[in-house]
């Protein structure tokens, strides 16, 4: 089965840090481009950060203001999220997603997991 | 970067409508677009790519259009099954950017 599990949310207070885990499996992990997606609660979905299947490039939109920073370890078919400097405005579920498949045909977001909560608050 | 509006960001439709959602980029993304339907407390679900191809295993009902910066996603027959939101995205490089959302109710 093709799974993605978030570890590594939870109650953090303004101006700390915090490192998300997600871990993959059923799939060949090495091929596919991942992202991280946020959902602020009762608000939409927002694209918070990007690598490529081999961790050379990461993207990230301008909102991140340089916080956050997005890595990779293919033998532990895992990725991670650092978010420094955390705002309550970062209060909302962190989603770890599948992405571009390398030579394959670009289906967006295909798989997505089951999200973990971080709560920014003093 | 480019941005993604939707419209309507909210809709109330009976059972049997036609509904139409339409998805608009600030600059052209070629047929790089998603939709997805998401159910409270839920994650996301993927419905189309590239702008027009169904997932496997979702309804024929739905389906999506367009090309560069116009996209619609149309229910042909809406389902009581398919009220919750749904959200365009694109994915012309990065930085990938989603819609605002449009919340759908099923009467």
């Known amino acids: 089965e093709v799974q993605l599990v978030e570890s590594g949310g939870g109650l953090v207070q303004p101006g700390g840090s915090l490192r998300l885990s997600c871990v993959a499996s059923?799939?060949?992990?090495?091929?596919?481009?991942m992202s991280w997606v946020r959902q602020t609660p009762g608000k939409g979905l927002e694209w918070v950060a990007k690598?490529?299947?081999?961790?050379?490039?990461?993207n990230y939109p301008d909102s991140a203001e340089g916080r956050f920073t997005i890595s990779r370890d293919n033998a532990k078919n895992s990725i991670y999220l650092q978010i420094d400097d955390l705002r309550v405005e970062d209060t909302a579920v962190y989603y770890c997603?599948?992405?571009?498949?390398?030579?394959?045909?670009?289906?967006?977001?295909?798989?997505w997991g089951q999200g973990t909560m971080v709560t920014v608050s003093s | 970067d480019i941005q993604m509006t939707q419209s309507p960001s909210t809709l109330s439709a009976s059972v049997g409508d036609r509904v139409t959602i339409t998805c608009r980029a600030s600059?052209?993304?070629?047929?790089?677009l998603a939709w997805y339907q998401q159910k409270p407390g839920k994650a996301p679900k993927l419905l189309i790519y590239?702008?027009?191809t169904l997932e496997s295993g979702v309804p024929s009902r739905f389906s999506g259009s367009g090309s560069g910066a116009e996209f619609t996603l149309t229910i042909s027959s809406l389902q009581p099954t398919d009220g919750g939101s749904y959200y365009c995205?694109?994915?012309?490089?990065?930085?990938?950017?989603f819609g605002q959302g449009t919340k759908v109710e099923v009467k």
């Open positions: 997603t599948r992405d571009w498949l390398v030579a394959g045909a670009g289906r967006g977001i295909d798989i």
């Open positions: 059923g799939f060949i992990f090495n091929n596919y481009y």
């Open positions: 690598i490529t299947h081999d961790g050379t490039e990461e």
């Open positions: 600059q052209s993304v070629n047929s790089w």
């Open positions: 590239k702008a027009s």
């Open positions: 995205q694109h994915y012309y490089g990065a930085p990938r950017a």
